[in-house]
């Protein structure tokens, strides 16, 4: 895939076409998915005009697209996406994305305390936007132990060779978010709302961010009184906590 960068500075958007059934996980063994997943190393720093190329598929992608089903993305870089965006994102996935490094330690004792008070699986997950990401880079869908073993260290990986900025960039840029393989933000907020990222407004960032636990049964175009709710949910815990998303702001200039 050349690495050419457009005139507007947006990536050119994948259209991965083929005939086949509805969007729906794939199932690959543990050596295969690393294997196919290994040309998705995205370590570049996000720069316009820069010429590095951002990551042009992931391995859920490649899972998506080996299942019979075409891929809609587009590239956009963080500061062509509304703010609100990053804000409510970390408020619904990852409350402490800017203090923790790529894993949140307090959360996990949480989940290991709760598997270890009760006979039944723990109800909530430790999974953090580095861990997300990760996972969507290097893995594949699904719950197992193996691949949250996998996880953790890639999370941290992650964390330690990229700022949360770009960690930020990349989850926005190849999370889910939709039915029939809607990947990226900016293909999100287009199914969505009919228009791009940067134009979202607290609102409808809240309700792109309500669907990401579960974007092939939630739907942010009609979004039912449950995400309607975590939406306003949201919208109210990111106006508390103003600098929840310090880490992701552009630096200005002094």
């Known amino acids: 895939l050349p690495g050419r960068?457009?005139?507007?500075?947006?990536?050119?958007?994948?259209?991965?076409?083929?005939?086949?059934?509805?969007?729906?996980?794939?199932?690959?063994?543990?050596?295969?998915?690393?294997?196919?997943a290994a040309p998705c190393i995205a370590v570049a720093p996000s720069k316009k005009g820069s010429g590095l190329v951002p990551p042009p598929i992931t391995?859920?992608?490649?899972?998506?697209?080996?299942?019979?089903?075409?891929?809609?993305?587009?590239?956009?870089?963080?500061?062509?996406?509304?703010?609100?965006?990053?804000?409510?994102?970390?408020?619904?996935?990852d409350a402490r994305f800017c203090q923790h490094n790529g894993v949140d330690w307090i959360e996990m004792q949480g989940v290991i305390d709760d598997a270890m008070d009760n006979d039944e699986a723990p109800t909530r997950g430790a999974s953090t936007i580095p861990m997300q990401t990760a996972k969507n880079l290097f893995l594949w869908p699904g719950r197992s132990f193996v691949r949250k073993a996998l996880e953790a260290p890639l999370a941290l990986w992650l964390d330690l060779v990229l700022p949360k900025r770009r960690v930020m960039e990349i989850y926005l840029n190849i999370a889910e978010w939709g039915p029939n393989?809607?990947?990226?933000?900016?293909?999100?907020?287009?199914?969505?709302?009919?228009?791009?990222?940067?134009?979202?407004?607290?609102?409808?960032a809240a309700i792109l961010a309500a669907v990401l636990p579960n974007p092939i049964r939630r739907s942010a175009r009609?979004?039912?009184?449950?995400?309607?709710?975590?939406?306003?949910?949201?919208?109210?815990?990111?106006?508390?906590?103003?600098?929840?998303?310090?880490?992701?702001?552009p630096k200005r200039a002094l």
């Open 181 to 204: 393989c809607v990947f990226g933000v900016e293909e999100g907020a287009k199914r969505a709302f009919g228009k791009p990222a940067r134009s979202l407004n607290a609102g409808e």
């Open 59 to 93: 391995n859920i992608m490649i899972l998506r697209a080996l299942s019979g089903n075409g891929i809609d993305k587009q590239w956009v870089s963080l500061d062509d996406m509304s703010p609100w965006l990053a804000r409510a994102v970390i408020s619904s996935e």
């Open 5 to 36: 960068q457009m005139p507007n500075g947006l990536m050119p958007t994948f259209d991965l076409v083929s005939s086949g059934t509805p969007c729906a996980a794939s199932q690959f063994t543990i050596s295969r998915a690393l294997r196919v």
């Open 222 to 249: 009609q979004p039912g009184p449950a995400v309607r709710r975590k939406a306003a949910t949201l919208q109210a815990r990111a106006a508390r906590s103003p600098s929840i998303d310090a880490c992701v702001r």
